[in-house]
DNA sequence: TCAAAAGTGTTAGATTTACACCCATGA
DNA sequence: TCATGGGTGTAAATCTAACACTTTTGA
């Protein structure tokens, strides 16, 4: 081993993840009782140590795969958090990572098993450290980039009403929407295409489910909500 | 000390400057060729390591007034960059920061001793490990930032023309300005005060001086240039 | 006297917002 | 039959973008 920099001291390194979802109009962060000292029994999001072999995005991935058992979520780097007291025990400084899920597509054995619960964002208890500042900062860039990605869509199923997709847009923008308007601008990105199933779940009438359609969206991924 | 997290390995955990100016028309990077192994000869971001006590915040503000002898700059974070082997020599993880500085308050004699440069933003060379990479996070960050946010400011002489105001945003964002739009949009934000000065170095007839108010600014910070 | 930068308004087109009623169906 | 959510269009207001000439002055 080198020992170009052995002058200067090193520090933990860890990440942390804030799992959005969305679940009966309401956005939701997957967090849960910390399970090990300092903090133990606080809220706190679910987060690991990089190690040596990996690198921060590929640690980051990989945690989100332990608690949830999914691949090739939507993930993007929130940022560095190094405050030097933020972990009671040692200098630990952490790099968070949002990811968009669908609530659905979560085991909820495998939720149990790692004691996370899908949280109200507009409810969030005190939390661990430094974490609601991560939140805070997560949901912040989450909301930007929803205007000009459609990556909204990962947190609904592959196939979804209009309501349910205005639903989504007005908790993240945290305001209402006007449906007409709403629906004016969907009808104009080609990528959201109407299906001929019907979903009866949410009304007698029954709605028209769409579909994201890939292929599509990378023909011309210009648009802004 | 503690030893909640033994098993766990450590890193090192550096901080790179992004130092962005303004000058003749052109935004420009602050960058040297790099002074140690490994990579030494290399372009290079002037950078550091963070130290046990102090915050990785502080540590990017230390390390940019250790460059500049300046206090206070405007500085925002970029983001980690955490792959294996970006440093060739041992597993550092490095997060970036931007600044903004007025390339006058930039003392030559010190720019000199730390053996850096004001490159043309669009004329960068090849660059040691990630630092390309990082520059172009920062450049559109500060992008989408200087939009919302009068930081733009931090890169011109406190007294300005308009036409070097726009030749900013022309740099920044990579276009050119309608010169009646612009000086129309500038005119509706009342933080931009129009000063009795007039400078005769860039025109015979002479341009009028404008300077930032923060008091009215901090009134009313709306804007969208 | 002329070159070079400063300064100034109007209009057409595009975008955004506000707004209200009928439809289909199961309970 | 009625309560519930699904679905639809228009017009006013606002914002954006395009565009050209006069002024001042030092060389």
């Known amino acids: 081993m080198t020992t170009y920099y052995s002058e200067h001291s090193?520090?933990?390194?860890?990440?942390?993840?804030?799992?959005?979802?969305?679940?009966?109009?309401?956005?939701?962060?997957?967090?849960?009782?910390?399970?090990?000292?300092?903090?133990r029994g606080e809220w706190s999001?679910?987060?690991g140590f990089v190690r040596p072999q990996e690198s921060v995005d590929k640690a980051a991935a990989r945690t989100l795969f332990?608690?949830?058992?999914?691949?090739?979520?939507?993930?993007?780097?929130?940022?560095?958090?190094?405050?030097?007291?933020?972990d009671p025990g040692e200098r630990v400084i952490s790099i968070a990572y949002y990811a968009l899920i669908n609530v659905n597509d979560y085991n909820e054995k495998?939720?149990?098993?790692?004691?996370?619960?899908w949280v109200n964002f507009n409810q969030l208890p005190p939390m661990y450290s430094d974490h609601r500042d991560m939140i805070r900062k997560a949901r912040k860039m989450m909301k930007e980039m929803i205007k000009t990605n459609p990556v909204g869509l990962r947190?609904?199923?592959?196939?979804?009403?209009?309501?349910?997709?205005?639903?989504?847009?007005?908790?993240?923008?945290?305001?209402?929407?006007?449906?007409?308007?709403?629906?004016?601008?969907?009808?104009?990105m080609?990528?959201?295409?109407?299906?001929?199933?019907?979903?009866?779940?949410?009304?007698?009438r029954?709605?028209?489910?769409?579909?994201?359609?890939l292929a599509t969206y990378n023909e011309d991924r210009n648009f802004k909500l």
């Open 155 to 188: 947190l609904l199923p592959s196939l979804f009403t209009l309501t349910q997709l205005q639903r989504l847009y007005e908790a993240v923008n945290g305001e209402a929407i006007d449906k007409r308007n709403f629906r004016k601008r969907i009808k104009e």
């Open 190 to 204: 080609e990528f959201i295409e109407k299906t001929e199933l019907i979903d009866k779940t949410s009304s007698k």
């Open 110 to 117: 495998l939720r149990m098993q790692h004691g996370v619960e």
């Open 206 to 213: 029954g709605a028209h489910l769409y579909k994201f359609n």
């Open 45 to 47: 999001l679910y987060g």
């Open 66 to 86: 332990e608690l949830t058992g999914l691949r090739n979520l939507y993930m993007s780097q929130v940022g560095a958090f190094g405050n030097i007291d933020r």
């Open 10 to 39: 090193k520090a933990y390194v860890s990440v942390d993840c804030i799992i959005f979802g969305f679940d009966e109009g309401h956005l939701r962060v997957l967090i849960g009782k910390r399970q090990m000292d300092p903090g």
